[in-house]
């Protein structure tokens, strides 16, 4: 997204005769979803995780620390799949069906991708080039002074913790 966004910004600035070449990449990325699936097996590898860890967590018998150290990571990995869980549900909630977006929500800052992919087109005759490109230009500005980030940062921690359990707890975890 971020890459798309400048490249956005470099084409209306310098290189307008790859605009076409820029839409067909926006248009791959607004309709292919690759951060949910990524989400959805960490946050079944994370679920996995958490029911192992809390059978383990209970026993009886154990070191008295452990048992403290164990119900913290469980109470730990509860929170990151709460949060992980929300921000998949606000992917979902993002952007609506529409005839630009066929195959239904897609993500953040999806909107914007959709109004540069109708800038770099030549839809409409009343608006020239220059004000195509200025368009652009303040929409991409403007997404990424904004810009939601979340996602890859919580596929890195969800990924992290699932690392760092199944060699605390032995576990093999697919995730």
């Known amino acids: 997204m971020d890459l798309i966004l400048s490249d956005s ?6 290189d307008w005769k790859k605009r076409e070449e820029l839409y067909k990449r926006i248009d791959q990325y607004i309709n292919v979803d690759r951060l949910r699936p990524m989400l959805d097996s960490a946050l079944t590898g994370l679920k996995n995780s958490l ?3 809390n059978q383990d967590a209970s026993k009886y018998f154990q070191w008295p620390g452990k048992r403290l150290r164990k119900e913290a990571s469980a109470e730990s990995l509860s929170a990151l799949i709460i949060e992980t ?3 998949m549900e606000s992917l979902s909630g993002a952007m609506a069906f529409s005839s630009d977006n066929y195959v239904g929500p897609s993500g953040i800052n999806m909107e914007e991708l959709t109004d540069i992919k109708h800038l770099l087109v030549e839809s409409d005759k009343n608006v020239n080039e ?15 002074a904004k810009r939601h980030k979340q996602g890859m940062c919580l596929l890195t921690q969800v990924s992290d ?4 359990l199944s060699i605390a707890f032995g576990l093999e975890i697919e995730a």
Request: charged fraction near 25%.
């Open 51 to 53: 029911y192992y860890i």
């Open 9 to 14: 910004h470099i084409v209306a600035l310098f």
């Open 161 to 164: 913790a699932i690392h760092k």
């Open 130 to 144: 220059d004000d195509r490109k200025a368009s652009i230009i303040k929409l991409v500005d403007s997404c990424q």
């Open 85 to 87: 869980t929300q921000f």
